[in-house]
């Protein structure tokens, strides 16, 4: 398989070919330096992976021929919906980044009591978009080919009221809680992870998160910073129910 893999918003089909956006132009020619003839794989978050050649490319404009497609296995067949808690700068990027890594399927970005971040909805819709392309980034990267779903982020009271119950389990994390979360039963398929931001949940929140029907677990007897509890939690749901089991 080619190293270079590029996310595109093209249907895709063999013998298909594309142009491409101005920024992948000068991503494939100036910064990974290809040439005509070269080989790389696209994908883009429904068709599935397909070979390509770049069969043009110049300053300003690139055009690949799409080939046979290629089999994956990269997506997790236990659905992590994470909710998290928007923390500052590059702690949520860092999140966004290493969750798509390990598999998660969907983000929701939650303002919260403690959190120290405001987003007007304007700023809000911008720093969906930044996520969603951090996202694209990670899945480039480590061979998915399924971007999650990065949801509008919104207060975590709105997040409850809509209701949305597709989980198996819906866990929140909660430092001294008494169940640990490798100890749950496993989800048939799918489970939510609730983790707040840098100033934790308030215990109202955790209230109305028993009342929507979440479980409080812990990772242990140490507290961890709101991007180190995310990407733990991750992992244990992976280790224990998902695709990182018996690795």
Not at 138 to 161: H, K, T
């Amino acid at each position: 398989m080619a190293l270079t893999r590029l996310f595109v918003s093209d249907a895709l089909g063999s013998g298909n070919e594309l142009q491409l956006e101005r920024d992948q132009t000068h991503y494939l020619g100036r910064v990974l330096r290809l040439r005509n003839g070269d080989t790389l794989t696209v994908f883009n978050g429904d068709d599935g992976e397909f070979e390509a050649q770049v069969i043009s490319l110049t300053k300003n404009s690139a055009v690949i021929s799409i080939a046979e497609p290629v089999e994956t296995a990269t997506e997790s067949v236990l659905k992590i919906h994470l909710v998290q808690g928007i923390s500052r700068g590059e702690r949520m990027d860092f999140v966004v980044q290493k969750a798509t890594e390990l598999g998660v399927k969907r983000i929701s970005p939650v303002l919260t009591e403690y959190g120290v971040v405001k987003l007007e909805p304007a700023r809000a819709a911008k720093r969906r978009d930044h996520w969603q392309s951090v996202a694209i980034s990670a899945c480039e990267q480590s061979g998915r080919i399924r971007p999650p779903l990065i949801d509008a982020p919104v207060d975590l009271n709105a997040w409850f009221g809509a209701g949305a119950k597709e989980a198996d389990s819906d866990l929140i994390l909660r430092p001294g809680a008494a169940t640990q979360l490798s100890s749950i039963a496993a989800p048939a398929t799918k489970v939510c992870l609730l983790i707040g931001p840098e100033g934790g949940f308030s215990d109202k929140e955790y209230e109305d998160a028993a009342v929507s029907g979440f479980v409080a677990v812990s990772l242990g007897p140490r507290i961890l910073r709101t991007e180190t509890a995310a990407l733990t939690a991750i992992a244990v749901a992976q280790s224990c129910w998902g695709d990182l089991q018996d690795q």
